[in-house]
């Protein structure tokens, strides 16, 4: 039982190139939730997803954008990276509406340059 | 949501209690208080939530006045391992979208 995964845990762009970044649970749970975190600063919202096929904005959609074609999976795409993008990124699920935890993957650390 | 205030640091030697303020005083009557934590960049994990009374689990004791206005994270014997930062959050329990964490008060637990 792994939880949540998140694949690569780090990584290196230059200005312009694009990547996805992949999010896995187990857990079989409903909502799923990018969020980026810049140095010293608390995490913010990129996008979630509150079921197979479903993706919503947050407090920062902008630059990126989202897919969640299987349950367990919820990636995060950079079509153009900029060096403003260059943070942690987070996943997080959550059991349904009523559940009052979120479960966090490890991170991406990820540099544009 | 409602906004929180946390101080920005704190210190505890290692064994005593840590006792961690948040301020809420816009809460509303349906949101409940959530203590998060981040230990070295690694994702936050839950530690308790609350909505009136005091709770209680293995990892800590929250304190809510009465007035709801603010509140207190306890762990009761700290360790090294505790140094973290420590978010408060108040959400309404049923709204199913994110949580909103701000900068968050960062413990360092001395030994």
């Known amino acids: 039982n792994a939880g949540v995964t998140q694949t690569p845990k780090f990584r290196v762009l230059k200005t312009g190139q694009s990547m996805t970044l992949l999010c896995a649970q187990d857990?079989?749970?409903?909502?799923m939730y990018w969020y980026r975190q810049d140095p010293g600063m608390g995490l913010r919202l990129i996008h979630y997803s509150v079921g197979e096929g479903t993706t919503a904005k947050g407090e920062v959609p902008d630059g990126y954008n989202v897919s969640r074609l299987k349950k367990q999976n919820f990636l995060l795409g950079l079509e153009s990276a900029a060096p403003s993008q260059t943070s942690v990124y987070f996943c997080?699920?959550?059991?349904?509406?009523?559940?009052?935890?979120?479960?966090f993957g490890p991170g991406t650390r990820l540099t544009v340059t | 949501d409602a906004k929180t205030t946390q101080p920005t640091s704190m210190d505890c030697a290692e064994g005593r209690a840590a006792n961690l303020p948040c301020n809420h005083s816009t809460i509303s009557g349906n949101e409940y208080v959530y203590w998060y934590r981040q230990i070295h960049s690694q994702g936050p994990q839950y530690i308790i939530h609350?909505?009136?009374n005091n709770e209680t689990n293995e990892m800590a004791s929250l304190i809510i006045t009465e007035d709801r206005k603010s509140s207190t994270l306890i762990l009761p014997h700290a360790t090294l391992r505790d140094t973290a930062v420590y978010y408060c959050?108040?959400?309404?329990?049923?709204?199913?979208?994110?949580?909103?964490f701000g900068p968050g008060t960062r413990l360092s637990v001395l030994p």
């Open positions: 857990m079989n749970h409903e909502y």
């Open positions: 959050i108040v959400r309404l329990y049923n709204y199913g979208q994110n949580f909103v």
């Open positions: 609350g909505l009136k």
């Open positions: 997080a699920t959550q059991n349904g509406v009523r559940s009052y935890e979120q479960y």
